[in-house]
């Protein structure tokens, strides 16, 4: 397989930071193809504007989606868009690694996707959902939290993690045709042990050697 990850943690040493090490050492080992988006070594641009596009459809109003349709029709994307729509494109399954912030993505992985996600290019017309633009290819979010499981269930003090990450798997990737593979969840690194945080990793590097064979998840409605 081709593998994307999207990786959004400031600091390499980062439990973030091991997991995307991990992955990339066991994805390439296992004979996988891995390219990946290290988006704040980077300095990857989360702002979405007119520096999204080389061209322009409309001087007098900014209007985003026009403007990525219009860039999709003419190849006008600004460089660091292109480059991302290229990895997204030639991947059979995309990873998000990042830390769960105010319960959905870092900042810096929402304005890529805002970027990124162009009308046009990645939905629109009659591709969304089962029907998508990415129909076929693999996605999967590996996500750290700082609260523990038991405050992650259904009824429980922060709620269902799944619910919580519904509007990304749904919004996002459902709804321009990815399948979803299961979450991976490392609940509170910060608060476990060492041994336990290594069980985490050896978790993640285990189920990366067999990924290829899992089956896409429900990601739920609202
Ligand atoms: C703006 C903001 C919003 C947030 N919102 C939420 C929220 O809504 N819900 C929530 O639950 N949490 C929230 N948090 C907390 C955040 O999700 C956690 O702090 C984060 O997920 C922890 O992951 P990390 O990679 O930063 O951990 P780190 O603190 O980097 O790592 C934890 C420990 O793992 C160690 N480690 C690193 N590499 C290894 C290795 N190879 N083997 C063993 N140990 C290693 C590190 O040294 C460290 O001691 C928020 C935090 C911020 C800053």
């Known amino acids: 397989m081709n593998v994307f990850i999207v990786h959004a ?3 390499p040493r980062s439990f973030n930071g091991a997991l995307f ?7 390439r ?7 990946v988006s290290d988006l704040y070594a980077m300095k990857f641009n989360p702002v979405s504007d007119r520096r999204n596009f080389t061209t322009v459809k409309n001087p007098d ?3 985003q989606q026009i403007e990525e349709m219009h860039a999709t029709e003419v190849g006008g ?7 991302e729509l290229r990895k997204m494109e030639a991947c059979d399954l995309m990873i998000w690694q990042f830390p769960l912030w105010w319960f959905g993505l870092p900042g810096i992985l929402k304005g890529w996707a805002d970027r990124v996600f162009a009308m046009g290019r990645t939905y629109g017309g009659e591709r969304f959902y089962e029907n998508g633009v990415f129909k076929g290819k693999r996605a999967l979010l590996s996500v750290t939290t700082g609260g523990p499981e038991a405050v992650y269930q259904k009824g429980g003090w922060n709620g269902d993690i799944h619910a919580i990450l519904r509007p990304i798997q749904r919004g996002i990737l459902r709804f321009t045709g990815w399948e979803v593979l299961a979450p991976q969840l490392v609940y509170a690194p910060v608060r476990v042990t060492v041994e336990e945080r290594e069980i985490a990793l050896k978790a993640w590097a285990a189920r990366l050697k067999s990924i290829g064979q899992e089956q896409p998840i429900e990601v739920g409605e609202y």
């Open 21 to 27: 090490q991990s992955a990339q050492e066991v994805l």
């Open 29 to 35: 080992a296992a004979g996988h193809t891995v390219s």
């Open 77 to 83: 994307f600004a460089p660091d868009v292109e480059a």
């Open 61 to 63: 109003f900014f209007k």
């Open 9 to 11: 943690h400031a600091e």
